[in-house]
């Protein structure tokens, strides 16, 4: 069990430079003694290291200061030790935390390098229960390695979620509100109730009868109830607001180009997706099994709530944003400096010239010639809207979105790709 090399030197100059200091202080008060006055000596059993616990104060502040006084393979003795030694509670987590980590990450690898041998005769359902009861062992260490961590610092900490908690990115932004403690604790937490919350899975092989649903919803509810516990009800309602964000925008569930909405409306609108999905509990839960109908109905309240909220208008530049032609448009307009009308006159000509090709498509007094003729002059049409919109970045836009045009004159006998 070492320590990082760059810890130990530091809190070893931090000790000796208090040392020295005693010292100097001692030389100040106290008159040197005489030249026939024999040093004191110190004892073999008292420079022994794990003696220490037994001898005075006075005689362990005279040895010269060695690591192994501070260091033991007890962690709860070690945390002890290194508090005694005045170490920082940021340097003991620092020291202590990743020595944890390092020792099952042993024992981990030891598991895993061990070949699980069958016999011939031994039968799939059974190989699959000895992977599975490996991975179950392996959940067990993780959260002994976790339960350990939390006793000795008195709250969850793992080194991965303070790596994350530190990068730039995602986190900074979903949990930049927090304190350098809060934000890994929450990490931590998320990461010992999902693990809890697939082994659930794991044991039911992703197969949730109610008995299972009700085991992670109460896993749900104890990292919930941890988080609240942690940080403040203002703090919890600001995360889960992010949380929901987070899931629908990067989930793509939302989409809001173009659209002009405060922060206090997003807020809002955060709200009422959750009558959809609640993202911070379905990331535990992950239980998708909402029938067709039940889906429609969540989705046909959240519309009825964000309309009221936006107001026509603005409602209008939602549902535009949620078309993939319309936000290819706008990301075009924006990156050559074009209004946002230019988008919207893109969008719905595509979106008419697409009902034109529909209803051409399916007028059977049509022959297969009169239906192609008519899609060629709906293109050329749809081309001329198109230039007129975007003026002189027309060009590009049919260079990067080859197939915005090409596929409106495809008729039900052609695939994409042929002339």
Not at 240 to 254: A, H, P
Request: aromatic share 6%.
């Amino acid at each position: 069990m070492k320590p990082p090399r760059i810890l130990i030197i530091s809190l070893g100059l931090n000790l000796l430079l208090a040392a020295t200091l005693l010292a100097v202080r001692k030389n100040h008060s106290t008159p040197p003694p005489a030249d026939n006055v024999p040093a004191p000596q110190v004892s073999v059993a008292a420079a022994d290291p794990s003696s220490l616990a037994t001898n005075s104060p006075a005689v362990a502040a005279s040895l010269p200061f060695s690591w192994r006084m501070i260091e033991s393979a007890d962690y709860r003795q070690y945390l002890t030790n290194l508090r005694a030694a005045g170490c920082p509670e940021r340097l003991i987590r620092d020291i202590i935390v990743p020595d944890i980590e390092k020792l099952y990450a042993g024992k981990a690898g030891k598991m895993e390098s061990t070949p699980m041998v069958f016999d011939p005769w031994v039968g799939a359902d059974r190989r699959q229960a000895a992977g599975r009861a490996r991975e179950a062992a392996r959940l067990d260490l993780d959260a002994e390695k976790r339960a350990l961590i939390k006793e000795l610092l008195g709250y969850e900490w793992d080194s991965q979620s303070n790596e994350l908690w530190r990068r730039e990115g995602m986190f900074g932004v979903l949990l930049g509100f927090l304190s350098d403690e809060q934000g890994p604790q929450i990490l931590a937490l998320s990461e010992k109730y999902t693990g809890l919350a697939e082994r659930v899975k794991r044991e039911a092989e992703n197969i949730l009868i109610d008995e299972d649903k009700a085991r992670l919803r109460e896993i749900s509810d104890n990292m919930t109830a941890d988080i609240s516990r942690l940080i403040s009800p203002a703090a919890f309602d600001e995360l889960d607001m992010r949380v929901q964000l987070f899931g629908f925008m990067f989930g793509k569930e939302i989409h809001l180009e173009g659209v002009t909405i405060s922060g206090a409306e997003a807020r809002e609108m955060m709200r009422f997706s959750k009558s959809i999905k609640d993202v911070l509990r379905e990331e535990i839960i992950g239980d998708k099994s909402v029938s067709a109908e039940e889906e429609d109905r969540r989705k046909a309240v959240f519309e009825k709530q964000l309309a009221q909220l936006l107001g026509p208008a603005r409602y209008a530049d939602y549902q535009r944003a949620q078309d993939g032609n319309f936000r290819t448009a706008f990301d075009f307009t924006q990156e050559h400096n074009l209004p946002k009308t230019a988008a919207i006159k893109v969008h719905d000509a595509l979106s008419a010239a697409q009902e034109q090709v529909n209803q051409i498509k399916q007028d059977k007094s049509l022959s297969r010639d009169e239906r192609a003729a008519a899609l060629e002059v709906l293109k050329a049409v749809t081309a001329n809207t198109l230039s007129s919109a975007l003026g002189a970045s027309y060009p590009e836009y049919i260079k990067e979105n080859s197939s915005a045009l090409k596929d409106l004159v495809l008729l039900p006998s052609q695939t994409k790709g042929q002339p």
